[in-house]
T-cell receptor, first 112, second 114 residues
Framework: GEDVEQSLFLSVREGDSSVINCTYT??????LYWYKQEPGAGLQLLTY?????DMKQDQRLTVLLNKKDKHLSLRIADTQTGDSAIYFCAESRDTGRRALTFGSGTRLQVQP | DGGITQSPKYLFRKEGQNVTLSCEQN?????MYWYRQDPGQGLRLIYY???????QKGDIAEGYSVSREKKESFPLTVTSAQKNPTAFYLC?????????????FGPGTRLTVL
């Protein structure tokens, strides 16, 4: 199976909270990242969390990490139409290969 | 302004031709990466380089080649051996090439084979 899994689609109303989930399989993951991609653009780093942390908050963004269950979530408070994009979860591992492993992305649609 | 630039933004190639995608960074990062993105999928690693004059194959290196002659530049050549090259190509860089370093991405090049 995939190393990093995400649901494909999430639809919310403007002003509501969005929660995007991600599961990963490698217990050696050191950092976990959330990236945002708008249509036709590159990836924008939103936030990241070190594997020994449970939670990280940055303005409207809250990242929760359950290391036991290998589950990561991104909560966006007061979701706006400008938050509509694809959100990628990614993990890095402290092994010989220094690159990120990405999920397939969750498309967030914000309805006015 | 510091950042990563990729050119061109759109590239069209005839079958059987080699094409080279440019990636330049002025962030003074040691490590650089090339990823490929297909519709509805995540990013897959093609090649990466942790230091000048050194590079390693990623998961899908067949049909691609790279060079790293300068710290700032990591061009990717898509050769005629790549069977399905139409995709969105993303370049990234990070400070020290270790697993914990954050990667920053360029705007991407969309390659279409005619």
């Amino acid at each position: 199976g995939e190393d990093v899994e995400q649901s494909l689609f999430l639809s919310v109303r403007e002003g509501d909270s969005s929660v995007i989930n991600c599961t990963y399989t490698d217990s050696s993951s050191t950092y976990l990242y959330w990236y945002k991609q708008e249509p036709g653009a590159g990836l924008q780093l939103l936030t990241y969390i070190f594997s020994n942390m449970d939670m990280k908050q940055d303005q409207r963004l809250t990242v929760l990490l359950n290391k036991k269950d290998k589950h990561l979530s991104l909560r966006i408070a007061d979701t706006q139409t400008g938050d509509s994009a694809i959100y990628f979860c990614a993990e890095s591992r402290d092994t010989g290969r220094r690159a990120l492993t990405f999920g397939s992305g969750t498309r967030l649609q914000v309805q006015p | 302004d510091g950042g990563i630039t990729q050119s061109p933004k759109y590239l069209f190639r005839k079958e059987g031709q080699n094409v080279t995608l440019s990636c330049e960074q002025n962030l003074n990062h040691d490590a650089m990466y090339w990823y490929r993105q297909d519709p509805g999928q995540g990013l897959r690693l093609i090649y990466y380089s942790q230091i000048v004059n050194d590079f390693q194959k990623g998961d899908i290196a067949e049909g691609y080649s790279v060079s790293r002659e300068k710290k700032e530049s990591f061009p990717l050549t898509v050769t005629s051996a790549q069977k399905n090259p139409t995709a969105f190509y993303l370049c990234a860089s990070s400070k020290a090439g270790v697993g914990t370093d954050t990667q920053y991405f360029g705007p991407g090049t969309r390659l279409t084979v005619l």
